[in-house]
Each structure stands twice: as C-alpha cells, then as structure tokens.
C-alpha cells in the first residue's frame, strides 16, 4: 500500500469516528427559552388577557382611552390616582351607567389627595385601611399565589363581594350607581404572563366572571395625557418663564443697540470722514486690500530709501533686516508687514506695522 492511500483511508477512518460518535453522544431536547415581549405585547400589558378572553369566547379588546362603547366589563389598567378631573369623572360614569369597573386600588396617600378616590370616598365610604396580603392556595401540587396591595373599607350597605381579612378588604366589588366597582390590591395577576399561573388565572376568572360570555370587554392599557400645548400653559409656565427671563438675558448681553452709546461725530467732519471710510472699503473689496497694501508699502519704501540711500540696492530679506535695523523694529515684523495678506486680519497687522515705519523719524 502506498503512502498516499494510507492516509486517505486514516482521514476516513477518522471522519468515521468522528461521526459515529456524534450519533451515539447526540440527544434531542426541547428547551423553552423565554424571550423579551415585541411589538403590541410589549406596548400593552394585557395582551396575554385579551387573547385568553378571546379565546374563551369573550369580545374583547385592548383601548387607550376611557372608552365610549357599550362594553359590560371594563378593566382599568392606569393609576387611577393620576387621572385629571374629566378623566375622573368619564371613568365613574362607566360604573354609574351600569358597567363593571375593575381597577386597583391606591396608596394611602393617593387615596386622601386624589380627585378620583376623594369623590368615590364620598359616594361609598371608601377608606385605606393599610397595606396587606393575601395567600390563595392551589390545588395539588400547585403553588399557592400571595396577592398583596392595599386593604380597603367601605360601608356595609355598598359591598357585594370580596376577600377580606379581619383589617379589611383586599378584594371588594360594591354597587356604584347602576354598575359595580371591583377593587383589586395589583394587577399582577392579568397583566403580561401573570395569567399563565393556573391559581392567578382561576382567581382572574373569578373576579372578571369569565364564565358570562355575553358580556364585552375593555382593556384600557393607557390613557392618553393632555394635549402639549395645555399642559405647557397649565403646569409648564414656571419652565416657560425661566427660559423667557433667559432669553432675555442673552439678548441684553449680545445686542449692540442695547449697549452704551457711541459717540457721535461732529457734524461738519461727519461727511468727510464717511467718505474716506468709503473708499478705503471700496479700495479694500475690489481685489481684498492687495492693491492698497501695495501702495502703502511702496510709500514706505520712498520714504525710508530717500531716509537712508543704501537702501536702494537691497530687496528681500536684506532689506527686511535694513529697515529693521534703521527704523528699530523686529526683523520678523517687517517681514510680515512687507507680506501680501491673506485676509483682513493679516491686512490690518501689516498696516499697523507699516503705519509705525511711516511716523518714524
């Protein structure tokens, strides 16, 4: 056997076992892997309890916004507390008009200051009673669930149904107008995957009566705000009044008529002295000061040659460091006041140096 086919049939060999041993060792598994929610599932919280209620038989179906239907059953997915006045009063309404409200209940600071409980307060005797929890157990081999949040009292004569301890209501649906009002202490239970417990989802189909399949369902998931330009002029003025003293401050400090007054010419120079500033702009713009800095350097060195004549015969650097030497000035200086310029800033150096030769003795 040849070298050449001793390897080919090792390489083979060696594929072989690889492979082999891949099948034996191999093992299929399901695995659940939980992903984070995308579109309207992250967005909305009970979209889990819209498909389940649709998948009951249920109608229902996700709202931002108090709703105008005629839905039988509303569940209320916002603070109640953080509602304005119209929202307020729209939201009660629903309940007054014979609906089923359900939403949770607040803080015991929300509850005193908040237009929403204040007013319910009144109509029911509603009060906080303190923070609590309630242990609601499984069936076998079934985890129990802790519901917890805020105790609530109201007067006897209002209340329908509950889950109470001896320090109040956890859970209570009483009379309101010609509906119902649920209180829940959170909304864990139907919002995002809290239903996939199976003790959270009876005790959903519970408080939500599931089982009546005639009704309709509103999950309000959000209520939109304000319009911008009423919340700017109602809560936003301190922040609008900040910026206008701002603004005002910086146009005092960059506005130039808003500044100390210039002096004013006298009036018989006034002309003459606007005429030259004319024509030594017009100089200047028609080529950018080149042919103006030309003339005056060649007025300076008429004046410094007929100063010193041995001066006539020398150019460049030579006579830089010559008039330097003559006039007391930096070598460099001259240089650059002898340097055609490249913008107005250099125009201005140059003739202020060359202005220095001119007035030298």
């Not at 070298?3 to 060696?14: D, E, K, Q, V």
């Not at 709703?67 to 509303?74: F, I, R």
């Not at 629903?94 to 939403?103: I, K």
Request: charged share 25%; hydrophobic share 45%; net charge neutral.
């Amino acid at each position: 056997m040849s070298r050449g086919n001793a390897w080919a049939l090792a390489i083979g060999a060696l594929v072989l076992l690889c492979v082999g041993a891949f099948f034996s060792t191999f093992e299929r598994k399901e695995v659940d892997v939980d992903v984070p929610p995308s579109g309207k599932a992250a967005t909305d919280r009970f979209y889990a309890l819209e498909r389940a209620m649709r998948g009951m038989g249920i109608p229902a179906h996700s709202v931002s916004g108090i709703p105008v239907g005629d839905e039988s059953l509303v569940v209320f997915g916002v603070n109640p507390a953080n509602l304005d006045r119209d929202d307020a009063v729209d939201l009660l309404a629903l309940a007054d008009d014979g609906g089923r409200v359900v939403l949770r209940t607040g803080s015991e600071a929300e509850m005193t200051r908040a237009f929403f409980w204040k007013n319910l307060g009144k109509a029911v005797g509603l009060a906080s009673a303190g923070p609590g929890c309630v242990e609601l157990q499984g069936q076998a081999a079934e985890k129990s669930y802790e519901w917890c949040g805020t105790r609530v009292k109201l007067r006897a004569a209002a209340r329908i149904d509950g889950i109470s301890d001896t320090k109040g209501d956890l859970m209570v649906t009483f009379h309101y107008g010609e509906g119902t009002i649920t209180l829940v202490p959170s909304l864990e239970p139907f919002s995002g995957r809290g239903i996939e417990d199976p003790v959270a989802r009876r005790l959903v189909v519970r408080v939500l009566h599931l089982d009546d399949h005639e009704q309709s369902a509103a999950l309000v998931y959000r209520v939109e705000g304000d319009r911008i330009w009423s919340l700017l002029f109602t809560r936003g003025w301190p922040a609008m009044l900040a910026f206008t003293l701002l603004l005002a401050a910086w146009a005092v400090s960059r506005a130039v008529r808003l500044g100390p007054l210039l002096d004013t010419r006298r009036a018989d120079r006034r002309a003459l002295v606007e005429h030259v500033q004319a024509a030594g702009e017009f100089l200047y713009r028609r080529d950018r000061g080149r042919g103006l800095h030309a003339r005056v350097c060649a007025g300076v060195l008429a004046r410094a040659r007929r100063l010193d004549p041995g001066a006539d015969d020398l150019e460049g650097e030579s006579l830089h460091a010559r008039l330097a030497e003559r006039f007391d000035e930096a070598p460099a200086d001259v240089a650059l006041a002898f340097r055609p310029p490249v913008d107005a800033n250099a125009f201005r150096d140059s003739v202020a140096i060359l202005s220095r030769l001119r007035r030298h003795p």
